[in-house]
């Protein structure tokens, strides 16, 4: 599913574009946009799959890997070794192929890549079609991982946010910090306190950041 995700989000990118970046409002009108984008899904899969919990069956899910004493269940193996390895590609396109400079050129100097003859719309589709792509794969293994349903991505919006923060703006090594962070720190809280606490540990973590270190913990000062 992912080059059908990556054109969905390149063509995402257009229509918002042509109805707010291009006239100068990109801001809370664009974040407005995505999250009627972000409902209209929700509505859409409630009437045609419905509101129930939805899982899948795999002959790996249920089984176990042991090394050392050490249980590993493969439904948690298998989406942190394809996340990994993900995550390992994104960042030698990011760094090493012209594309991939483009799209961390664009953040930091949109008019220093125009003047390299670079089109900033035609580098923000690609980035935005790459992100949506991601994130269909994201949403492949997290099935593997636990049941969802139709709203389960708004309980995943503020990980997402407190990582990208508390890692630092553009640092890979930053993000895997942070998501190891967050992550073993909910497991703990859910295992010795009460699960519902869990979800807020992300914005325990995000509220100092943005307080103390804004650049987050492996991000660069501007």
């Known amino acids: 599913m992912t080059p059908p995700f990556f054109l969905l989000g390149v063509l995402l990118y257009r229509l918002y574009h ?3 970046e291009h ?6 009108q664009g974040l407005a946009f995505f999250f009627g984008i972000l409902f209209i899904t929700e ?7 419905g509101a129930d919990y939805r899982s899948v ?18 439904r948690m193996l298998v989406p942190f070794l394809v996340s990994i390895g993900m995550i390992g590609l994104l960042h030698q396109f990011l760094t090493r192929s012209f594309t991939g400079r483009a799209i961390l050129a664009v953040s930091q100097d949109e008019l220093a890549l125009r003047l390299m003859g670079v089109s900033p719309t035609r580098i923000k589709a690609i980035a935005f079609g790459i992100a949506t792509a991601s994130a269909a794969v994201a949403g492949s293994l997290l099935i593997i991982i636990q049941p969802v349903e139709p709203s389960i991505g708004r309980d995943f919006i503020g990980r997402a ?7 630092g703006m553009g640092s890979f090594y930053g993000m895997l910090l942070a998501s190891m962070i967050l992550g073993i ?5 859910s295992d010795m306190w009460n699960p519902s606490w869990a979800p807020a540990i992300a914005f325990g973590f995000l509220l100092p950041t943005l307080a103390f270190r804004s650049s987050g913990l492996l991000g660069r000062k501007l």
């Open 185 to 189: 720190t909910e497991s703990i809280v």
């Open 161 to 167: 946010f407190a990582v990208v923060v508390l890692g």
């Open 57 to 74: 069956t795999a002959s790996y899910i249920g089984a176990s890997l042991t090394l050392g004493g050490i249980t590993l269940p493969w």
């Open 18 to 20: 042509v109805c707010f």
């Open 43 to 49: 509505v859409a899969l409630v009437l045609t799959a």
């Open 23 to 28: 006239r100068g409002e990109a801001a809370l």
